[in-house]
């Protein structure tokens, strides 16, 4: 039994939704200290109006202490291979080298475009700036780009690494929830067929929805 799992951070930001959703699919007991700098005149978390969708993230394990959200994911799962999801990170060297494929794929590719999607359709109204549209307009199209190769693979795997869900797909979750959030971002899912299944199908898994949950309660960044 894991013991001694603590997370600093404020779930609504992607980079700690992230490793909640490993730690739920792990089903592994944790302690989430919310770290909240809140001030009276602002209802808005830190890195809301840093204008940082990512946040930060602090995990604790004993005298292990880690900052990386991927980083993160990976220990909890060859830390703890055989509790919760035995998938999630491969059970071969093979599927492991998939994974690890599409995780940088999603560092490099998709992270990049879909984290300023995040902060221009989503956090842009919370903090009553005015909307980039020549930075949407470009982050669209390198998006776009992106979710086409995704589509032709998911027209093959119903998973991105393969046919079962595994870090590959987790790591899309917290940039993706918060795109199809808007009317404008959901279009970039729902276009692709193959794509809009496959997260139709992701976001639908329980370890996400128990994230969801913790991201629309007090403290959040969106009450």
């Known amino acids: 039994m894991a013991s001694g799992l603590q997370v600093f951070g404020q779930p609504a930001s992607t980079d700690v939704a992230r490793v909640l959703t490993c730690l739920f699919e792990k089903n592994l007991e944790f302690d989430l200290v919310r770290i909240d700098t809140f001030k009276r005149q602002h209802k808005l978390p830190e890195f809301v109006r840093l204008r ?5 993230v602090t995990f604790k394990h004993g005298d292990k202490t880690l900052v990386d959200p991927r980083a993160i994911c990976r220990y909890l799962c060859t830390q703890f291979p055989n509790q919760g999801n ?3 990170y491969g059970t071969g060297s093979l599927e492991r080298a998939s994974i690890e494929q599409w995780l940088q794929a999603e ?8 984290s300023a999607l995040v902060f221009q359709l989503a956090f842009a109204p ?3 700036i005015p909307q980039d549209h020549m930075a949407i307009a470009e982050n669209e199209r390198k998006l776009q780009q992106v979710l086409n190769v995704y589509d032709e693979i998911l ?4 998973y991105l690494a393969g046919d079962e869900f595994t870090l590959a797909d987790l790591s899309h979750l917290p940039d993706s929830q918060y795109i199809v959030s808007s009317e404008r971002g959901r279009k ?8 809009a299944r496959w997260f139709d199908k992701i ?6 929805e128990q994230v969801v949950k913790m991201q629309m309660e007090h403290p959040g960044a969106f009450e």
């Open 86 to 88: 035995r998938n999630l």
């Open 107 to 114: 560092a490099q590719s998709f992270n990049p475009p879909s």
């Open 203 to 208: 976001s639908r898994r329980k370890a996400w």
């Open 52 to 56: 940082d969708p990512s946040g930060q």
């Open 126 to 128: 919370l903090l009553e």
């Open 188 to 195: 970039l899912f729902t276009s692709r067929r193959n794509v």
């Open 155 to 158: 027209s093959k795997n119903e």
